[in-house]
T-cell receptor, first 110, second 119 residues
Framework: AQSVTQPDIHITVSEGASLELRCNYSYGATPYLFWYVQSPGQGLQLLLKYFSGDTLVQGIKGFEAEFKRSQSSFNLRKPSVHWSDAAEYFCAVYGQNFVFGPGTRLSVLP | NAGVTQTPKFRVLKTGQSMTLLCAQDMNHEYMYWYRQDPGMGLRLIHYSVGEGTTAKGEVPDGYNVSRLKKQNFLLGLESAAPSQTSVYFC??????????????????FGAGTRLSVL
């Protein structure tokens, strides 16, 4: 069975600081991995995805994520956070079907 | 290009009432999905469809029914609404394409959501 965990429910960072959101998955084979962002009252927007190949993937809005098979992780990073990045972030895995993590809410201090 | 459109955006029901949520996509995607989103639980799959005329149960199907009579539409029905069905509902669609080295990629595109309250 597939599962996704996001250990951090809520993270607060200062504007301009670096960011790392954690995601761990459980799946028997190599999964397809995604990060989505959801702004308040909005649907989910795809930030980036990993299917195969280079384990460091670049996404929109300056985000990147690194797939580490040995750690079953797909952590999302951004070198310098902007106030507009405040949102909820969801990690998802597609193996037999899509499974989403519980989400991490990001707050950004001015 | 509208993408994935959900109607209505908001709805309030009394316990026992019925309603249907409509999802429409204009991307010719084969797959469509209905999720519910509850605080601290992420998105949970209710039902999904891999093509016109087909539906399948997801993680939390009880109390819901779906139909996919046309490829572009995926309807979610609540026959007798309960307060436990108060949630935000998201529809998504996707299409699979082959990738180099084998395998299929599958990317979901989401609607803006429907906020449902059951009193």
């Amino acid at each position: 069975a597939q599962s996704v965990t996001q250990p951090d429910i809520h993270i607060t960072v200062s504007e301009g600081a670096s960011l790392e959101l954690r995601c761990n998955y459980s799946y028997g084979a190599t999964p397809y991995l995604f990060w989505y962002v959801q702004s308040p009252g909005q649907g989910l927007q795809l930030l980036l995805k990993y299917f195969s190949g280079d384990t460091l993937v670049q996404g929109i809005k300056g985000f990147e994520a690194e797939f580490k098979r040995s750690q079953s992780s797909f952590n999302l990073r951004k070198p310098s956070v902007h106030w507009s990045d405040a949102a909820e972030y969801f990690c998802a895995v597609y193996g037999q079907n899509f499974v989403f993590g519980p989400g991490t809410r990001l707050s950004v201090l001015p | 290009n509208a993408g994935v459109t959900q109607t209505p955006k908001f709805r309030v029901l009394k316990t026992g009432q019925s309603m249907t949520l409509l999802c429409a996509q204009d991307m010719n995607h084969e797959y469509m999905y209905w999720y519910r989103q509850d605080p601290g639980m992420g998105l949970r799959l209710i039902h999904y469809s891999v093509g016109e005329g087909t539906t399948a149960k997801g993680e939390v199907p009880d109390g819901y029914n779906v139909s996919r009579l046309k490829k572009q539409n995926f309807l979610l029905g609540l026959e007798s609404a309960a307060p436990s069905q108060t949630s935000v509902y998201f529809c998504a669609s996707s299409s699979t394409t082959s990738i180099a080295g084998g395998g299929l990629k599958n990317i979901q595109y989401f609607g803006a959501g429907t906020r449902l309250s059951v009193l």
